[in-house]
């Protein structure tokens, strides 16, 4: 690397700082560079004192800049053809991703200096395109250029080589030199499509005749390929082998992880198989790091729920409940939560199944059947750890239960996930899974609930006056003039749907003094709702009804997640 001449400090001196490299190390690298006049990087390199990845991590530091592996990286082919393979080889750079919608072209490097390089880049993108720079070792880049370009990485293109070769069994697990076997390059391409289009899953589902690819983007199963089932055991081998998977096993159920460097940034994918008549079918959910932790402030809760939150997470001890069906983003809203309040006075314990982000300062721990440890016992080990605030995954049974409340009542702050329709149907839940009313009341501090809806594409979106029905779903919120809804288009942009992206919608249940009150004489369901309406609480119905009328969703999305029937 030839970054050392524009560092504020020499490079030996950090090295040294950071107790990489000895004063005697740097003596002998100096002396060879006034012999050989290179790069000091390149020489400690070469001179085997530092290996590259220690190297660029160093660098990386001490310039303030993201550095990136590139051995677990998947190059986008849209990026690869903005930059030909000589200006690529030339300037020690590796085009990993271009987004379209954004104009944006990220690129590893091996000095983040280089203005030459970097005009030279400039002159062969589309005007007005950004340029992200990522840092990697001159050699692992130079092995990535040879590795990537001269190779086709579309999917169509990879198809074709397919069906006019023949595979190679024995190079799809192997590590020299897989690039060149097309399945390999085909599984890269699929993963690196689904992260572009921000997909939460990725489904390879075999029928009698052939093997049909959907991804789940913003919600909804989506097909995207149908493929001719001979290639399907060659690329279930080659998922198996990038996730720590057992090759031969094909008659039982099997998990495993994939993490991968897609778009320039870290996505680990969590790959589940499970044996049909067909073959196996594997589905891959997509961990997206940089989604997963979104600030408080960034997840679209109107003001008043943002400030009902926020004097809930302030309670010093008991429990809250974020409950919805599968997929609705409550993890994500737990991790929002366990970021705001992370801090080095707190200590934060989880326990989960498994860890899907992690985060620092955060002691995280997966739920294990080999380990024998389940949400109790782990709730039991935790509370020996002296925590201040404890994330149980879900509460499934009454002894999780009652470990979460316990833990709530010995002066902990408890987050956790139930499965329940609404807010106030968690607490019939809980007496159903054999939680106390006593126990309850006085210890939950609050209930969440909460659906994910599709958000109208920005670009395309059509305005239209409401309708009478419409107006009479709307009731008091559309009092004065005819108000103006937003229904679906379709561009390209969202690749003709008409929505892009998804928000979350929200009814939030502070648990006050009448509520407990409530709870401990075990009243219904129907009473707790008439006092928590009397205190101001908003329905699931209100809050989507309030992104109607602002234009975020349509009212046919939100009739899709919410039952509307009792506003008709």
């Given at each position: 690397?030839?970054?050392?001449?524009?560092?504020?400090?020499?490079?030996?001196?950090?090295?040294?700082?950071?107790?990489?490299?000895?004063?005697?190390?740097?003596?002998?690298?100096?002396?060879?560079?006034?012999?050989?006049?290179?790069?000091?990087?390149?020489?400690?390199?070469?001179?085997?004192?530092?290996?590259?990845?220690?190297?660029?991590?160093?660098l990386s530091e001490s310039l303030g800049k993201q550095s990136i592996d590139l051995k677990h990286a998947v190059i986008d082919p849209q990026a690869l053809k903005l930059v030909p393979r000589e200006v690529a080889k030339r300037y020690h750079l590796l085009p990993l991703d271009y987004n379209l919608a954004n104009q944006r072209l990220t690129l590893a490097?091996?000095?983040?200096?280089?203005?030459?390089?970097?005009?030279?880049?400039?002159?062969?993108?589309?005007?007005?395109?950004?340029?992200?720079?990522?840092?990697?070792?001159?050699?692992?880049?130079?092995r990535a250029i040879d590795q990537y370009y001269g190779h086709e990485l579309s999917i169509d293109g990879i198809l074709h080589e397919i069906e006019t070769g023949e595979i190679d069994w024995k190079s799809l697990s192997a590590t020299d030199d897989e690039y060149s076997q097309p399945v390999v390059r085909l599984i890269d391409s699929i993963l690196t499509?689904?992260?572009?289009?921000?997909?939460?899953?990725?489904?390879?589902?075999?029928?009698?005749?052939?093997?049909?690819?959907?991804?789940?983007?913003?919600?909804?199963?989506?097909?995207?390929?149908?493929?001719?089932?001979?290639?399907?055991?060659?690329?279930?081998?080659?998922?198996?082998?990038?996730?720590?998977?057992?090759?031969?096993?094909?008659?039982?159920?099997?998990?495993?992880?994939?993490?991968?460097?897609?778009?320039?940034?870290?996505?680990?994918?969590?790959?589940?198989?499970?044996?049909?008549?067909?073959?196996?079918?594997?589905?891959?959910?997509?961990?997206?790091?940089?989604?997963?932790?979104?600030?408080?402030?960034?997840?679209?809760?109107?003001?008043?729920?943002?400030?009902?939150?926020?004097?809930?997470?302030?309670?010093?001890?008991?429990?809250?409940?974020?409950?919805?069906?599968?997929?609705?983003?409550?993890?994500?809203?737990?991790?929002?939560?366990?970021?705001?309040?992370?801090?080095?006075?707190?200590?934060?314990?989880?326990?989960?199944?498994?860890?899907?982000?992690?985060?620092?300062?955060?002691?995280?721990?997966?739920?294990?059947?080999?380990?024998?440890?389940?949400?109790?016992?782990?709730?039991?080990?935790?509370?020996?750890?002296?925590?201040?605030?404890?994330?149980?995954?879900?509460?499934?049974?009454?002894?999780?239960?009652?470990?979460?409340?316990?833990?709530?009542?010995?002066?902990?702050?408890?987050?956790?996930?139930?499965?329940?329709?609404?807010?106030?149907?968690?607490?019939?839940?809980?007496?159903?899974?054999?939680?106390?009313?006593?126990?309850?009341?006085?210890?939950?501090?609050?209930?969440?609930?909460?659906?994910?809806?599709?958000?109208?594409?920005?670009?395309?979106?059509?305005?239209?006056?409401?309708?009478?029905?419409?107006?009479?779903?709307?009731?008091?919120?559309?009092?004065?003039?005819?108000?103006?809804?937003?229904?679906?288009?379709?561009?390209?942009?969202?690749?003709?749907?008409?929505?892009?992206?998804?928000?979350?919608?929200?009814?939030?249940?502070?648990?006050?003094?009448?509520?407990?009150?409530?709870?401990?004489?075990?009243?219904?369901?129907?009473?707790?709702?008439?006092?928590?309406?009397?205190?101001?609480?908003?329905?699931?119905?209100?809050?989507?009804?309030?992104?109607?009328?602002?234009?975020?969703?349509?009212?046919?999305?939100?009739?899709?997640?919410?039952?509307?029937?009792?506003?008709?």
């Amino acid at each position: 690397m030839s970054t050392s001449t524009l560092l504020h400090r020499p490079l030996g001196q950090i090295l040294i700082a950071e107790g990489i490299l000895s004063e005697d190390q740097l003596r002998i690298a100096l002396l060879e560079q006034m012999k050989l006049n290179q790069p000091l990087g390149k020489l400690l390199i070469s001179l085997g004192f530092v290996s590259e990845a220690t190297l660029r991590q160093a660098l990386s530091e001490s310039l303030g800049k993201q550095s990136i592996d590139l051995k677990h990286a998947v190059i986008d082919p849209q990026a690869l053809k903005l930059v030909p393979r000589e200006v690529a080889k030339r300037y020690h750079l590796l085009p990993l991703d271009y987004n379209l919608a954004n104009q944006r072209l990220t690129l590893a490097i091996s000095d983040i200096n280089d203005i030459v390089g970097l005009d030279r880049i400039r002159t062969l993108l589309p005007e007005g395109t950004e340029i992200e720079t990522l840092l990697a070792g001159e050699s692992e880049i130079d092995r990535a250029i040879d590795q990537y370009y001269g190779h086709e990485l579309s999917i169509d293109g990879i198809l074709h080589e397919i069906e006019t070769g023949e595979i190679d069994w024995k190079s799809l697990s192997a590590t020299d030199d897989e690039y060149s076997q097309p399945v390999v390059r085909l599984i890269d391409s699929i993963l690196t499509d689904a992260v572009k289009r921000e997909a939460s899953d990725i489904h390879f589902e075999p029928e009698a005749n052939f093997l049909r690819i959907r991804y789940r983007i913003d919600g909804m199963l989506r097909q995207i390929r149908a493929l001719h089932k001979s290639y399907w055991p060659a690329m279930t081998v080659r998922i198996k082998v990038l996730a720590g998977m057992n090759i031969a096993e094909m008659r039982a159920p099997q998990d495993g992880r994939i993490g991968l460097s897609v778009s320039g940034r870290a996505v680990d994918f969590r790959v589940a198989s499970q044996p049909t008549i067909h073959g196996e079918n594997i589905v891959l959910r997509i961990l997206d790091r940089q989604k997963g932790i979104v600030p408080l402030d960034g997840l679209g809760l109107s003001e008043e729920h943002l400030y009902q939150l926020k004097l809930m997470i302030a309670r010093p001890e008991g429990i809250i409940l974020v409950t919805g069906p599968t997929g609705s983003g409550k993890t994500t809203t737990l991790y929002s939560v366990l970021n705001h309040i992370n801090a080095e006075g707190i200590h934060i314990m989880t326990l989960e199944d498994p860890v899907e982000y992690p985060m620092a300062m955060v002691r995280q721990t997966s739920v294990s059947e080999t380990a024998k440890l389940d949400f109790a016992n782990g709730i039991r080990s935790m509370m020996r750890q002296d925590p201040d605030v404890i994330l149980v995954g879900e509460v499934r049974d009454a002894e999780t239960a009652e470990m979460a409340f316990r833990a709530a009542m010995t002066g902990h702050q408890v987050y956790t996930t139930l499965h329940t329709n609404s807010a106030i149907g968690a607490v019939p839940r809980l007496l159903d899974i054999g939680v106390l009313p006593d126990v309850m009341a006085g210890n939950i501090i609050g209930i969440v609930a909460q659906r994910l809806i599709r958000r109208l594409c920005e670009h395309c979106k059509s305005p239209y006056h409401a309708e009478p029905h419409e107006i009479h779903l709307l009731g008091s919120l559309a009092e004065g003039p005819r108000p103006v809804l937003f229904r679906p288009t379709g561009c390209e942009i969202c690749d003709f749907r008409g929505y892009r992206g998804r928000i979350a919608i929200m009814e939030l249940l502070r648990v006050d003094a009448g509520i407990d009150e409530l709870i401990a004489r075990r009243a219904t369901t129907h009473e707790i709702r008439s006092r928590a309406l009397m205190q101001g609480f908003q329905t699931l119905a209100d809050d989507g009804l309030r992104r109607v009328l602002n234009g975020t969703t349509s009212l046919e999305e939100l009739a899709r997640v919410v039952d509307l029937t009792d506003r008709m």
